[in-house]
């Protein structure tokens, strides 16, 4: 059997009798047809190309069908409209490889002669669509790939005994199908990345009003070896339960404002980067870090006030919590009144000046100064959904984490790092500390165990946004122990009491040994 799988030489004689040997090459040219149309993703994907064959078929159907008849397919089919489409698109197309299979058994001529002539309908169908660049491209290869398979395919399973034939069948077939599907997602997963990434790189944010503009970070508030008071994008922590960031096409996108509310409305991402903007400079922690850790940053971020699309909806009386779910359907929930309560809550589109990276949730996510990430930060935000405390528990909730997650205030060394070994002489101790909504007041250091003294604040750039601090100490030969600790806005000095993150943030003193030699 083995030798007879791997002959290439065998010549196609099939058995216009045998039962089998009909369903057999129906399948086969259904394989065959399935891989072409996976490789013609793939090879749009790869192209760089938007737009596949298969979406531009039906972008063809769709412009020449008559008006009553996508009609009646909106109301029957509803928002599955597209995907009834697309499936009845590649059920023809399989249906047609079927019978091409069939035919093919007796004259291979007979499939190169419909591969080419379905490829070159396809494409002048297909090339209409003015998004579709990577056609000709996507088409020559899905011809020529599908030929091949149902080539080896029928060359596999012919002039054997049926019960052989049945596992060459289910061998040489399942690696068809396999690839099939492989390319089909490697495809889409392209496609998207591309759509995706080519409407980002060619957006430019909608300027912010003067009086809602902030100053960029002026360079006096460099506090000499603390991070960067304005994290880059590119460092900034990033922390989802996404195994790929969720890939979303802003011309597709819409954000849902549902639940208690007098008015629901959906807008599209124009709309929303019509309504008013604002800038704000606000950190964001995820309630994960743990004393002394970098799941923290600091960034510039452009966006709507919630505050004023919640005004819009009209939020009913006893509407207590806020819920944002992602499109992949991570949810938070925060209590409504932090809203409305004078602290930044933005949708925001942007960070530090471009359009959110994907990774950081384009198109659009909340940002809510004091409240770590779990219960407020909805990267890649679909829907706003208002209702009660009680009626929901958010993603993280029941795996443990509490319900209420406002950021506790926090300070952290960042030179010189951790188990350093320096030179003895002048050195400079520096890092950040933060608090929002509350912001920083006083940062001090307690060196070798001895009392504590008070660090240099550098400029604060909002109440919301971490500050940096620095304190000059002369190195003296010798190990020596750093411990850091903030006092917010409020008079409030963090505690020394050691908590770990879960369930509600890390607590606790950042403290580090140094070596100086
Ligand atoms: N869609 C989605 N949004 C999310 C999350 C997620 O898993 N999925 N994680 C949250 C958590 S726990 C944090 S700390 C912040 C992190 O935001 P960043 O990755 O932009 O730093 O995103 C929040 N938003
Ligand atoms: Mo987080």
Redo the contacts with the bound molecule.
Sequence with gaps: MDQIVEEPSAPIEPNPDAWLGRWAAAAFGVFAVGLALGVSELVTGLAGGDQSLIGALGTWVIDTVPAAVSKWAIETFGTYDKLVLIVSIVGVALVIGGLVGVAARNRFATAVGAFVAFGGLAYLAAVRDPLSDRIAAATAAAVVFGLFALGYLLRTGSGMTEDASRRAFLRAGGAVVALAIASAVTGRWVIARMATSVRRDAMVLPPVDESERVEPAPPTAQAMGAVPVVTPNDE???????VTSPLVNPDNWSLTISGMVDRPFEITYNQLLDLPMVERYVT?S??SNRVGGD?V?NARWQGVPLRHVLELAQVRDGATQLVGR?V?N?T?GFPTEVVFDGRDALIAVGMNGEPLPV???YPA?LVVAGL???VS????LEEIHLTTWEAFDAY?IPRGWAKEGPIKTQSRIDRPSPNATLAAGPEVIAGVAWAPTRGISRVELSIDEADWVEAELADSLADSSWRQWSLPWEATPGRHTIQVRATDGTGETQTADLAPPRPDGATGHHTIFVTVE
């Excluded at 900034?236 to 996404?242: G, K, L, Q, S, V």
């Excluded at 930060?377 to 890649?380: F, S």
Aim: with cysteine.
């Design positions: 900034f922590y990033r922390i989802d339960t996404a964001l995820c309630v799941l940053g992602s992949d991570f938070v990774r950081h949730g996510r770590y990430g779990y930060a909805t990267k890649w993280w």
